[in-house]
């Protein structure tokens, strides 16, 4: 194993984990966004848009985010006639595959408010709507940051699966390295190490948040 290779490739490989966590921040943000309406959805009272909302989720859990990247990137620039741009397609299939899985976990959250929170709220005069936003979400947010932390660890590993359509985050870096200098082993040990350097820290940021909110339910 050559330590002075991996030293020298560590700043090509750093270029692309910054793509990597672009990436993977923007469609965790964009994903939580569309998860707490497509929760709000499911728990809807309409018949209608609780299924749409379900069919939502099934579709994007029950098939590989590896085929929805080529679906969106290859298929529907065909069906609908636009020219694809990498990045976009790689961000709008990494949102809306995480959106199913965080409107999953909202709807856990939410769900696991007692009941009657939401009755003495309506009691106090507020609508359905004041009630969920100042008493039952800000509550299920709390319950939730463990499962959205697992979720952004998984979606930034998952993001590797982009490479397939050509975007140079941390994975495609790799690849290129290993074409013009066939020492695979060094290349990937090091993305392998550079992945669990990123993973620990969202880890540990998860952590930080979840005792912050602990202090601060008991002070």
């Not at 990597?20 to 966004?33: K, M, Q």
């Not at 069919?55 to 529907?76: E, K, S």
């Not at 998860?206 to 002070?219: C, F, I, K, N, P």
């Amino acid at each position: 194993m050559k330590w002075g290779f991996m030293i020298e490739i560590l700043p090509i490989l750093f270029e692309g984990a910054k793509m990597t966590v672009g990436l993977t921040v923007i469609s965790i943000t964009i994903g939580s966004i569309i998860g707490l309406f497509v929760s709000l959805a499911r728990l809807s009272k309409f018949k209608l848009l609780s299924k749409l909302a379900g069919a939502y989720v099934d579709f994007f859990r029950g098939t590989p985010l590896l085929v929805q990247i080529m679906l969106i990137h290859y298929g529907l620039p065909q069906l609908l006639g636009y020219t694809p741009v990498k990045l976009v397609s790689g961000i709008v299939a990494l949102s809306i595959n995480s959106g199913a899985y965080v409107a999953e976990i909202f709807r856990a959250g939410i769900q696991s408010i007692d009941r009657g929170q939401m009755e003495a709220a309506r009691s106090l005069g507020m609508t359905y709507g004041q009630a969920m936003r100042y008493v039952i979400l800000p509550q299920a947010f709390k319950v939730c940051i463990p499962p959205l932390g697992n979720e952004f660890i998984a979606l930034l590993k998952d993001s590797s699966l982009v490479m397939v359509i050509g975007l140079h985050e941390l994975m495609t870096k790799g690849k290129l390295i290993v074409g013009r200098r066939p020492r695979p082993f060094e290349v990937y040990i090091t993305i392998a190490f550079i992945y669990l350097l990123m993973t620990m820290s969202i880890s540990y940021l998860v952590s930080w948040a979840e005792r912050r909110l602990r202090t601060g339910d008991q002070s």
